[in-house]
């Protein structure tokens, strides 16, 4: 079993409470990408890999579809499992998934590929899918064309190291991959609305790999961020900011 990143491992386990409250919600264009890309209804069943503290998984239940939470990070599981404790959660990872050969309809992994892209995790998925099952890959993606959202990626750039994103491109690289058609992709409009302390602060300090610095630093980045808020004049002072997003989804057939 590959090893899990120490920015996962480290900063999930730290920020379990802040994740999702940190992180936005997906556009109601997805449910629709769900049923029609990824054939979810409720003679189906699914397999949320990485499904954290069950940000994800909420929306996958209004779908109908059976779930099997699969999540490495035993305080990501613990609030999953208090917030859905009717949903079938598991510890397992991408390369280790705790199911039967040919067992489930779709395997659905939200804000989390990036962390396990490797031949032997899509070997792993490709194992637990029915033939003609279907993989989905999602991601809330910054709109940084906006000088302020720039300037928060700026400011969290330095602590990145060699911790896994999606902006990378590197998860990429195991496509095309055996036993899976092509990749199609769909992108959606979205956007994270409420206060700038919520949407801005927080979701960057839940963060992997900010949430793992040590506290001093982790407070730098928290100072900055609201520095930040307080020079833009789109963010000083109001209550409610949106900060622009785009989400962006992958589906392939098992062959």
């Known amino acids: 079993m590959l090893r899990m990143h120490e920015a ?23 449910d629709q990408w769900l049923r029609e890309a990824l054939q979810l209804n409720d003679a189906r069943t699914v397999v949320d890999l990485g499904a954290g503290t069950g940000k994800f998984t909420r929306r996958l239940l209004a779908t109908g579809a059976n779930i099997i939470a699969v999540e490495p990070v035993p305080e990501m599981l613990a609030q999953l499992t208090r917030i859905l404790p009717n949903v079938a959660a598991r510890s397992g990872t991408a390369e280790s998934i705790p199911v039967n050969d040919a067992a489930v309809d779709a395997v659905v ?5 990036h962390w396990f892209a490797s031949k032997a995790a899509l ?18 993606v910054r709109n940084e064309a906006v000088d302020w959202v720039a300037a928060m990626t700026a400011i969290m750039a330095p602590y990145q190291g060699d911790a896994p994103r999606y902006g990378s491109g590197a ?42 610095l040590p506290r001093p630093q982790h407070l730098i980045v928290a100072a900055r961020l609201r520095d930040l808020i307080a020079m833009t004049p789109a963010l000083n002072k109001r209550e409610e900011v949106t900060v622009p997003y785009q989400t962006v989804v992958f589906s392939s057939e098992k062959l």
Not at 18 to 28: D, H, L
Not at 132 to 139: A, K, M, R, S, V
Not at 184 to 198: L, S, W, Y
């Open 8 to 30: 996962a491992a480290k900063g999930f386990a730290k920020e379990a409470l802040a994740y999702a409250r940190g992180r936005p919600e997906y556009p109601v264009a997805v």
């Open 171 to 212: 998860w990429r690289k195991v496509f095309p991959a055996e036993g899976f058609g092509p990749l199609r992709e769909e992108h959606f409009r979205n956007g994270h609305t409420g206060h700038p302390e919520q949407v801005i602060v927080e979701r960057v300090l839940s963060t992997s790999f900010i949430a793992a």
């Open 109 to 113: 992994c939200a804000q989390s590929f």
């Open 123 to 140: 070997q792993e998925i490709r194992r637990v899918l029915k033939p003609g099952g279907h993989l989905g890959l999602i991601w809330n």
